[in-house]
């Protein structure tokens, strides 16, 4: 199965947006969305590319909180997945997101919160961030952002993902 996976959209998108996102998921199975979505809407948008899943993110509206969970888990084959903004300072952020699916672990987790592009196996968990799609730097760096979005693939047990690809006209 392979997921388009984005964070930080902040909003709806444009349909300049939707081309670039149609280029760089195509083929893909479903798409993630790390939150914040700004907008309850993008979701809708996200639908018309590919089945869909998403979370809210910290910088939202209590009407976005109050129509998306926080965190969701599921099955996917043999492996649970778990999709998550996250919250919290980048040196504490995988032990928090680990905390936050101690009721139903997961052996992946897929999160938006620091931005900073990641796809990285630690202990038992994957940990998969795609970068922010509204081009935010990482919690410490400095000069002009870029917009990222990324890909997951899980095959049985088996878990690779491309975080950070460059969104360019």
């Known amino acids: 199965m392979v997921f388009g996976v984005l964070a930080d959209t902040v909003g709806l998108l444009t349909s300049g947006d939707l081309v670039l996102l149609r280029r760089v998921f195509k083929g893909v199975d479903a798409i993630l969305h790390a939150g914040p979505v700004g907008d309850l809407r993008v979701l809708e948008q996200l639908e018309q590319l590919a089945p869909t899943k998403g979370v809210c993110g910290n910088a939202e509206s209590s009407i976005v909180r109050s129509e998306m969970y926080v965190r969701i888990a599921w099955r996917q084959g043999p492996l649970t997945l778990g999709l998550i903004h996250g919250y919290g300072k980048p040196q504490h952020l995988k032990q928090f997101l680990l905390r936050q699916f101690e009721e139903e672990p997961v052996q992946v987790i897929v999160y938006g919160n620091n931005f900073e592009p990641l796809a990285r196996q630690y202990g038992e968990t994957?940990?998969?961030?795609?970068?922010?799609?509204?081009?935010?730097?990482?919690?410490?760096?400095?000069?002009?952002?870029?917009?990222?979005?990324?890909?997951?693939?899980?095959?049985?047990?088996?878990?690779?993902?491309?975080?950070?690809?460059?969104?360019a006209p």
């Open 126 to 167: 994957y940990f998969f961030n795609p970068g922010s799609f509204s081009g935010r730097l990482p919690e410490g760096q400095k000069g002009p952002g870029k917009r990222r979005v990324g890909l997951l693939f899980v095959q049985g047990r088996k878990v690779e993902g491309q975080p950070g690809i460059l969104l």
